[in-house]
């Protein structure tokens, strides 16, 4: 029998196990990093079942979504990996006021700094595990091909137009990741080059792995 508990009882709940997930992950341990994303989620939908979702809400759901694409591409599950950071990426994105435009990166406070630093650091990831999913796609239909006895090598073989597409969006998010954190750190006093180094590189790792193709 659950007991019953406040909305923001659960939330406290919810933010507790969050900074546990966040320290696991942070020490590679990803079983207790995935219980304590896991207590978190039910906490959160707990809290919504008590009274609305807030922004709040939405952050911790974001921050555990983001943990736990971390966690599947550790493990090797680059397809749980990806859904995971699309989740990430839309929550953050949706908090995110200047709505992912560059232009838009001017004049914020705090808060809506936080939120355009994780959105665009979101974006630049989802933009390399989709790059390595897109990849790891073509790698899977060269095996099934061979397995088959009916090889064809897929490398150098023209892409299909769903694949062009999907090039097309990982080179222009994950540019546009870069040019959003450029901005921030022109005009911020709290994030600065290595943040922007690390939404670089994984804008580098994209492309590298769309050249693979």
């Known amino acids: 029998m659950t007991i019953w508990r406040s909305a923001d009882t659960w939330r406290r709940v919810a933010q507790k196990q969050l900074r ?50 971390e966690i599947h591409s550790v493990g090797g599950h680059l397809y749980a990996a990806v859904e995971q950071a699309e989740k990430a990426w839309q929550l953050y994105h949706r908090l995110d006021r200047a709505g992912g435009d560059p232009a838009k990166v001017r004049n914020l406070g705090a808060e809506d700094e936080q939120a355009v630093a994780h959105a665009a650091d979101a974006l630049a ?19 099934y091909s061979q397995s088959s006895g009916h090889y064809q090598e897929i490398g150098g073989q023209p892409l299909s137009p769903a694949d062009v597409q999907e090039r097309a969006w990982v080179r222009e998010h994950a540019e546009l990741a870069v040019t959003i954190y450029e901005r921030l750190t022109r005009i911020s006093a709290r994030y600065g ?20 193709l």
């Open 125 to 143: 990831r989802l933009a390399r595990l989709r790059a390595m999913r897109l990849v790891q796609s073509r790698q899977l239909a060269e095996e």
């Open 20 to 69: 546990r997930s966040q320290a696991a992950v942070a020490t590679r341990n990803w079983r207790v990093a995935t219980v304590a994303n896991q207590r978190a989620q039910v906490a959160i939908e707990r809290a919504a079942a008590a009274s609305e979702l807030t922004s709040k809400d939405e952050q911790v759901l974001a921050s555990l979504h983001y943990d736990l694409t």
């Open 193 to 212: 080059d290595p943040d922007l180094a690390r939404v670089r590189s994984g804008r580098d790792r994209a492309l590298a792995a769309l050249r693979e």
